[in-house]
């Protein structure tokens, strides 16, 4: 089912063939991408899993694990990708699901008592920094096999002039 409850159409912006993707796959390529373009963490975030005002490790047991990456202990700093510096550089940022099931939430230590850690991605997905798109190309309407809003529109969105605009 899905959330819109109104037609659905699908589209396809094709990606340019110059396009510069950096691709990770390994907490490695996080890591390489915020040497290249680091940035300071702006302020404490509730969610993050480093030592900060917001939350304690202490009694949690994660420190005790021997190589955990969840949590640290000491902490001097927390960089990030400066996005417009690494949009420089490439025009996006692909996170497979081998770099999403490896990197996510993983500390890495990123100098003495700095760290870096991607967070909230929440799946596979492509970060874009630029427009390196051509033209939208139409797609076939969906087909859902349990159709539970019956909201799905079959038109065809290159005959359709309303939902092409």
């Known amino acids: 089912m899905d959330i819109y409850p109104g037609p659905i159409s699908r589209w396809r ?3 340019g063939d110059g396009a510069r993707v950096y691709e990770l796959h390994r907490p490695q390529d996080w ?3 915020v040497a290249a373009h680091p940035v300071e963490a702006m302020r404490p975030h509730e969610g993050w899993e480093l030592p900060g005002p917001n939350q304690s490790i202490e009694g949690s047991g994660l420190l005790d694990l021997p190589q955990q990456k969840a949590a640290g202990s000491e902490l001097s700093g927390h960089i990030l990708p400066d996005w417009s510096s690494v949009a420089k550089s490439f ?3 692909h996170l497979s699901w081998a770099g999403f099931i490896t990197t996510e939430g993983y500390v890495i230590a990123a100098g003495d008592r700095v760290f870096t850690m991607l967070r909230y991605w929440g799946s596979e997905r492509t970060h874009w920094l630029s427009d390196c798109f051509g033209e939208p190309e139409p797609l076939e309407a969906p087909v859902l096999s349990e159709n539970a809003n019956g909201d799905l529109d079959s038109s065809d969105p290159t005959n359709d002039q309303s ?3």
């Open 13 to 15: 912006p094709p990606v």
């Open 31 to 33: 890591l390489e991408l």
């Open 91 to 93: 025009d996006a940022v």
């Open 163 to 165: 939902r092409t605009t």
